[in-house]
């Protein structure tokens, strides 16, 4: 398993210079199974980054790029419409009758392992509502989706974007929340001269990238039980969430702090971590990666000190 996902590190490290918080929350989404919303200017490898993970696991991949008229057919597939004779009797008499059938031909979004949705927050009503069900249910009219993870893309929600932003409920069916910055835009000048020096002598091209026999996919994920969560992680995280509930005074008004994500989601998201450091037991500094799960669900101001948080949740009040 750690192999597996070794892999696929070493190709998004490959072709990505950088960008090692986003690379690290597709990581622990393959593992655990989660979604992924990752909000960034464009140009900040957000889409290159979930095509590289989908090739390198070698997953059954699907990319659309949302449009205001996005039709659902696009996303689920078409519905074929035939017609068949009959020799049963109609209730009018005698004669022939005809049979009518109607049949989806499933698209790409109810076949696909690995779905990357671009430009997600411009999505009409119509399909953004039954997309997110498909992606929390993994179901669409008794049709089991072989649907591992869903990465969706997007721009700052600004003006000059024309998108708005998803509203808190829409966000929470994605587990993990990134947020991507330019190399550029962060001043990281060793980072930018690698990507400058790689492009003098190479042409990328994300075709020539070979997938890896990851069958760690193709197994139920049952594995996650094989990681013990100590007391010690446990209390710790409901420490956490306690602190931001009663000292950062978030609630339901200016957070969204579900059961269904800190109680649930978060769990796996931990176990995943551990998996990614070669561990079957989590440890206390696993919990870093809450920093991945609470970027849009609380204030901008306390996102950006969930570290910060989390190293001083032992100190006692003043």
Avoid: C
Avoid at 6 to 13: G, Y
Avoid at 68 to 90: A, C, F, H, P, V
Avoid at 222 to 228: I, K, T, W
Avoid at 240 to 251: E, P, Q, R, T
């Amino acid at each position: 398993m750690l192999n597996t996902v070794a892999k696929i590190k070493s190709t998004l490290d490959e072709y990505v210079v950088g960008h090692d918080d986003v690379k690290e929350g597709i990581l622990l989404a393959l593992i655990a199974r989660e979604h992924v919303y990752i909000e960034g200017a464009p140009g900040t490898a957000k889409t290159m980054l979930a095509e590289l993970a989908a090739k390198a696991a070698n997953l059954q991949f699907y990319f659309y790029q949302f449009h205001r008229d996005t039709r659902l057919s696009e996303l689920i597939g078409e519905y074929i419409i035939s017609r068949e004779e009959t020799t049963q009797k109609l209730e009018s008499g005698n004669g022939k009758g005809e049979l009518i059938r109607q049949q989806l031909l499933p698209g790409g979004i109810l076949t696909a392992q690995m779905v990357v949705l671009d430009d997600i927050t411009r999505a009409p009503g119509e399909a953004l509502n039954i997309l997110l069900r498909l992606l929390n249910e993994r179901e669409y009219q008794g049709i089991k989706l072989p649907l591992l993870t869903a990465i969706a893309t997007s721009n700052p929600t600004q003006d000059d974007y024309y998108n708005e932003p998803l509203d808190l409920a829409n966000l929470d069916r994605f587990a993990i929340q990134l947020r991507s910055q330019g190399l550029l835009t962060r001043g990281n000048w060793d980072e930018a001269l690698s990507v400058l020096d790689y492009y003098v002598d190479h042409i990328f091209d994300k075709d020539s990238i070979k997938g890896f026999e990851a069958e760690l996919f193709e197994k139920p994920i049952d594995y996650l039980l094989d990681v013990e969560v100590p007391q010690k992680v446990r209390k710790r995280l409901m420490k956490f969430l306690s602190k931001l509930i009663d000292d950062y005074h978030l609630n339901e008004t200016n957070s969204l702090l579900t059961d269904r994500t800190f109680l649930v989601k978060a769990v796996r998201i931990l176990k995943a971590k551990a998996i990614l450091e070669g561990r079957k037991e989590v440890s206390p500094g696993d919990l870093s990666v809450l920093k991945y799960m609470t970027t849009f669900r609380v204030p901008e101001e306390i996102a950006e000190r969930i570290e910060e948080i989390l190293e001083n949740l032992d100190e006692k009040k003043k």
